[in-house]
């Protein structure tokens, strides 16, 4: 079992900048795939950026050049920093870490999630 706590959250104008935690704990793997999702109201969870478990990292189209995910491993700990924050980036941000034994998945744990407004 992973526990996620994230933090980092809230409200922002057009241009500005948040950082996003997610510290995790539990049964923690070095073959893990680890990063953000978000959901809008009325719209559907999407990856935001993630490390996967084949060590690549990936970022949806929409925020490439503007958010960067990073990791302390040493910590358990991943990171997203958004820059440039426009409102259609306002959505429930999840921490997500899925666990590998070899190829097969584990397990799959979701934080709570943290509201991130951006609005004038």
């Known amino acids: 079992q992973v526990q996620l706590v994230e933090s980092g959250g809230g409200l922002v104008q057009p241009g500005g900048s948040l950082r996003l935690s997610c510290a995790a704990s539990?049964?923690?793997?070095?073959?893990?795939?680890m990063g953000w999702y978000r959901q809008a109201p009325g719209k559907q969870r999407e990856l935001v950026a993630v490390?996967?478990?084949?060590?690549?990292?990936n970022y949806a189209d929409s925020v490439k050049g503007r958010f960067t995910i990073s990791r302390d491993n040493a910590k358990n700990t991943v990171y997203l920093q958004m820059n440039s924050l426009k409102p259609e980036d306002t959505a429930v941000y999840y921490c997500?870490?899925?666990?590998?034994?070899?190829?097969?998945?584990?397990?799959?744990?979701w934080g709570q999630g943290t509201q991130v407004t951006v609005s004038s």
């Open positions: 997500n870490v899925k666990t590998f034994v070899g190829s097969i998945r584990t397990s799959d744990s």
């Open positions: 490390f996967t478990n084949v060590g690549s990292t």
């Open positions: 539990g049964k923690i793997f070095i073959n893990n795939a």
